[in-house]
């Protein structure tokens, strides 16, 4: 069956620009989360989501980060006027309930600012 | 506050050697762990998981962890090592009542020579 997907697969912005993320989790699955990976270290919690209702956004780094999941399944990450502490690679991940069930990943969106 | 340390950012073993990638944990709480595999350009895939019940718990590709309250660790282990193993590894410490979100350590990169 269909894994998670993410898209684009690799984005390049320009400092000041806006960009848009998404993440089509596995169907069926309650909870979806973002995490960023900097180079050479691992993931860090970014938001989480049940269904539609974002119930933890305590790793979104700054106010220019933003995420929805408005309809309960596809997820958006919004990033407004990038900088470059903003390149790394975005991940996105879903589990059946929340809890501590297994999380599938995605192949990740790289980006990177210039 | 929950967090993970991992011990060498770098192992290096031989083909058919033992492989011990080490983790210990912090947690306020009775913690979930878990031991995540990523292999270039994908996404984590999960090799086992530690919630409370076993301390020595048996994942995918012969890999084995064993939790140790005393010492905080879950290390992860395999008896020989196969190129194929070469990888990133990640452990993670997550509490129920947070979501299922994952705490990452910052991960250990896994060289097989032949």
């Known amino acids: 069956g269909a894994g998670v997907s993410q898209s684009p697969r690799y984005k390049v912005a320009k400092r000041g620009q806006d960009v848009a993320l998404r993440c089509d989790p596995i169907s069926g699955h309650v909870s979806l989360f973002w995490y960023q990976q900097a180079l050479g270290q691992g993931p860090e919690f970014l938001t989480y989501f049940q269904n539609e209702a974002q119930l933890d956004k305590s790793g979104l780094p700054s106010d220019r980060f933003f995420a929805e999941r408005p309809e309960g399944s596809v997820s958006t990450l919004k990033i407004q006027r990038t900088q470059q502490e903003d390149s790394a690679v975005y991940l996105c991940?879903?589990?059946?309930?929340?809890?501590?069930?297994?999380?599938?990943f995605g192949p990740g969106t790289r980006l990177t600012v210039t | 506050a929950q967090s993970v340390t991992q011990l060498g950012s770098h192992v290096s073993v031989s083909e058919g050697a033992l492989v011990l990638l080490r983790c210990n944990y912090s947690?306020?709480?009775?913690?979930?762990l878990f031991w995540y595999v990523q292999y270039p350009n994908q996404g984590l895939q999960l090799l086992l998981k530690y919630t409370s019940a076993a301390t020595l718990v048996k994942g995918i590709n012969g890999f084995e962890a064993e939790f140790k309250k005393s010492e905080t660790s879950f290390h992860l282990t395999k008896p020989s090592a196969h190129m194929s193993d070469a990888a990133e590894y990640f452990c993670?410490?997550?509490?129920?009542?947070?979501?299922?979100?994952?705490?990452f350590g910052q991960g250990t990169e896994l060289s097989v020579k032949p």
């Open positions: 991940a879903s589990s059946l309930i929340g809890g501590v069930h297994e999380q599938y």
């Open positions: 993670a410490v997550s509490d129920n009542n947070q979501g299922g979100k994952l705490i």
């Open positions: 947690s306020s709480v009775p913690p979930y």
